[in-house]
């Protein structure tokens, strides 16, 4: 009684207490002067209350019996205080005898006080047209008080009844009544007149004439009961055509949803949210009907909408967004050719208009949106950021019941909201038990071989051919988003990344691997390594044909579940023990070989066939994608790298140096510079040649990089300059740097000609930020005026001390001096003589 509406639970406990009311007031009117006639009535009324036909036009299970034709009988000639018992008992014994399912205990006390409150309504109709109890009347006076009783007696009876079925199903009460009860009127009147013409033998002929006057009464009952068994019989079958079509709609609904969701339960779900929703906010049965069509069917228009949209996982376009627009349009359209017996097409077509008037297509407000659309709105709405879609992630149950809340009176029409949210603990109760009644058993494991190395991988089968359509679908959305995300970065790391981010939507991995190829040593290294276990191998080198990654680039062949250890073992690290299976295929560009991708799992044969055609397919793009990275890095190197001694180069230095500022500024530090250049360079380079001058270059700048700190920045700024950048460095500290510098520079000594040895000396000067400058120009500035400074005192110092070697740079140049392409002019030579 707990699952009627409140209004129905109301009329039951009224008509029941009504009845109780009723039997305990006339009880003491009760006199039992014929106990024999009470007697036989009762026990006759309570047989012939097992002779019921059951009313296939209802929906509460209500049956109509011929005991009403003995209870009629018992208000002639007993009276309407004995007849209540009478009709009382004849109301159990129908509820209770010959019934198909068993009545829940309110229904039949419900029908008891029913037939009490009927008798004596009868009984006072009987009364006032005239008719007396128990004493014979001419035909003539007994015909106005008989049709009158008669009457009162098939409105009330078929009147409480007909209002319990309506007030349980929020029907109108004179709907229920017109299509279910009306056309029984006949059986009541002839069952009154069978009744009065059974108290007439009785009075005049005894007891023993009665039972011929029930001929006409059984035959009635047969006729009711070949009547209504064929009426149940077309009511059958046309049940099960309608649910035939519905099924077949729904199998096509949810192949279509099935494209655009992940989750392939999301139209029954939303059915039965909407259904329950509908049923309590007072909806006729056909119109809950309506909405759970509507609900099945309200995407259908999604299939004019291109694949691309559906699917795109960012913002979309004004103009995408037109054409998502149309979709409730189109699935109206579609639906307005099927003549369904409730509304359906208006409840697409406006479900996704808003309470505020802001939806689309019609810009409907309030409740100028059908109450069923708006029913549909919501729980669709609560589904949507409650499933996993590619626009969005999932909203946890809390953050979805305040996104509903925020938006009730906005997008959600507020009572319904309300409703719906006092209704979720036990619709979703029941839309969880559903699922787990249609989920179907998991599918013997079948095997298949791979590879040589691959050994039996056991074939994972799609539970449903609803996920099979929904696996297509991310497969070519995965592709898709793949396809996007190899043109979104240069660089090998941050491409990998990208690619194994989205390649788990397709095929899975704990684990994630490049090698890249380098053809001169004939090896692979490892750069890129995600997941568990793996990260281990970044930057491991190994040999061509070693280990699952170099099977694979030496075969150029797909390995299919091999085993992990290979790669660990070839690599002389711990083996991945939590790893238990891999998939791994080659990267080619033009038949050249790149590297190979290796993705491992710790499930043991997780990998299939599908898995090998979907990873090849993606490999043949990535091969061109990452030798592009490859050499995109390979440039970006070379422009910020000197190529003669290794060093970062000015624009590097400018890259740094700007950071490095900003990081002092923000944080209130000191940065400093040095800059540094060899002395007597240009003559070293005229009296030995270039390439010594080139040597000298490579040992400073090697000289420098050993002296510095790892997060320091030694650049090689112009000819035989140097900078270097020093971070967190005070003034006191980068003189100290300074001089060590150049002690590091002075140790350098290096043979120029054979059985002749050549020491380098470098000049250098400083600058602090912020007390020396604040931008970068100002501290290059003061730093080269600094060096210039110390170049100068060095040389007036080493006039005298370092006099033989500049005799020695004299004598050899006289002795051995160049030979250029044209004879040097006089001048020139007395220049060279000067240096």
């Known amino acids: 009684m707990t699952r009627l509406p409140s209004e129905a639970r109301l009329f039951v406990i009224t008509t029941i207490a009504a009845g109780a009311v009723m039997l305990a007031i006339y009880l003491s009117h009760m006199h039992f002067t014929q106990p024999v006639l009470f007697l036989v009535l009762l026990l006759l009324s309570s047989a012939t209350a097992a002779l019921k036909v059951h009313l296939p036009l209802t929906t509460g299970g209500s049956t109509m019996s011929v005991s009403y034709a003995v209870d009629f009988a018992s208000l002639l000639l007993i009276g309407p205080d004995e007849t209540m018992l009478v009709a009382a008992t004849s109301a159990f014994c129908q509820c209770s005898l010959n019934s198909k399912d068993k009545n829940p205990f309110y229904r039949t006390l419900f029908s008891m006080a029913s037939l009490v409150v009927t008798v004596q309504g009868a009984g006072l109709a009987f009364h006032l047209l005239g008719g007396r109890v128990g004493t014979g009347m001419p035909v003539m006076m007994l015909a106005r008080p008989l049709v009158g009783a008669a009457t009162v007696y098939f ?175 189109i699935g109206a359209e579609i639906i307005a050719a099927v003549p369904f017996p409730y509304p359906v097409a208006p409840l697409i077509l406006s479900h996704h208009e808003r309470w505020d008037g802001r939806g689309y297509p019609q810009g409907l407000k309030g409740n100028e949106i059908p109450l069923g659309a708006r029913i549909l709105t919501t729980v669709d709405y609560y589904d949507a950021v409650t499933t996993e879609r590619p626009y969005h992630k999932a909203l946890s149950h809390e953050g979805a019941l305040g996104l509903l809340k925020h938006e009730a009176g906005k997008a959600l029409d507020p009572a319904i909201v309300e409703r719906f949210l006092e209704l979720l603990p036990t619709l979703a109760a029941e839309a969880a038990a559903e699922e787990r009644k249609l989920q179907p058993a998991a599918p013997a494991p079948q095997t298949s071989t791979g590879s040589p190395a691959a050994g039996l991988v056991p074939e994972r089968t799609p539970q449903s051919a609803f996920e099979n359509i929904a696996l297509a679908h991310r497969e070519i959305y995965a592709l898709y988003e793949i396809a996007q995300a190899m043109g979104t970065s240069l660089g090998v790391a941050d491409t990998m990344a990208l690619i194994s981010s989205k390649l788990t939507n397709i095929v899975p991995w704990s684990a994630c691997t490049l090698f890249l190829y380098n053809q001169e040593s004939d090896t692979l290294k490892c750069r890129f390594a995600a997941g568990v276990d793996v990260p281990k191998l970044l930057d491991l080198v190994i040999t061509n044909g070693e280990g699952l990654a170099g099977w694979v680039a030496r075969n150029r062949r797909t390995i299919v579940n091999g085993n992990p250890r290979a790669t660990f073992d070839s690599a002389g690290v711990l083996s991945g023990i939590d790893l238990k299976s891999a998939i791994a295929c080659p990267l080619l560009l033009n038949d050249t070989l790149i590297g190979s991708l290796a993705l491992y799992h710790v499930d043991p044969n997780r990998y299939t066939e599908d898995h090998r055609r979907l990873l090849e397919r993606i490999a043949e793009q990535a091969g061109a994608v990452i030798h592009n990275s490859i050499v995109f890095e390979q440039t970006q190197e070379d422009s910020l790298t000197d190529p003669l001694t290794g060093l970062p180069n000015r624009r590097s230095m400018f890259v740094h140096l700007t950071r490095e500022l900003a990081r002092a500024e923000r944080l209130h530090g000191e940065v400093a510079l040095i800059v540094m250049d060899i002395d007597e360079f240009k003559a070293i380079n005229d009296t030995y040649g270039h390439h010594v001058g080139d040597r000298a270059l490579r040992e400073m700048a090697a000289a420098l990089q050993a002296a510095l700190r790892p997060y320091d920045l030694c650049v090689r700024y112009a000819g035989d300059e140097f900078i270097i950048v020093l971070a967190d460095c005070s003034g006191g500290g980068v003189e100290l740097k300074r001089r060590e510098l150049q002690d590091q520079v002075s140790k350098i000594e290096f043979e120029v000609r054979a059985g002749k040895l050549f020491k380098l000396e470098a000049s250098a000067g400083a600058a602090v930020f912020p007390h020396d400058g604040r931008t970068y120009e100002a501290l290059l500035a003061g730093a080269d005026q600094a060096m210039y400074r110390d170049k100068a005192a060095r040389r007036r110092q080493g006039a005298v001390s370092n006099a033989p070697v500049a005799s020695e740079f004299v004598a050899d140049m006289l002795a051995n001096p160049p030979v250029p392409a044209v004879a040097a002019s006089e001048p020139e030579r007395e220049r060279r003589l000067d240096a």
Request: net charge positive; glycine share 6%.
């Open 155 to 329: 409105l009330l009876n078929t009147g409480f009844i007909a209002t319990a079925i309506a007030l349980s199903t929020r029907q109108r009460i004179d709907t229920v009544w017109h299509a279910n009860f009306l056309w029984s009127a006949p059986s009541y009147f002839v069952g009154a007149g069978v009744a009065a013409l059974a108290a007439a033998v009785v009075e005049r002929a005894g007891y023993w004439l009665a039972p011929l006057t029930f001929a006409p009464l059984y035959l009635t009952y047969r006729t009711y009961k070949v009547y209504m068994g064929r009426i149940e019989d077309e009511q059958r079958h046309v049940q099960q055509t309608s649910d035939l079509h519905l099924a077949t709609i729904e199998a096509l609904a949810r192949a279509i949803d099935a494209k655009d969701q992940t989750a392939q339960t999301h139209i029954r779900r939303v059915q039965m949210y909407a259904a329950g929703v509908a049923r309590t906010m007072g909806l006729s049965e056909a119109d809950v009907q309506g909405v759970k069509t509507a609900a099945l069917l309200h995407d259908i228009g999604k299939l004019a909408v291109p694949e691309h949209i559906l699917s795109k996982p960012g913002p979309l376009t004004q103009e995408e967004f037109q054409k998502i627009r149309i979709h409730p349009q």
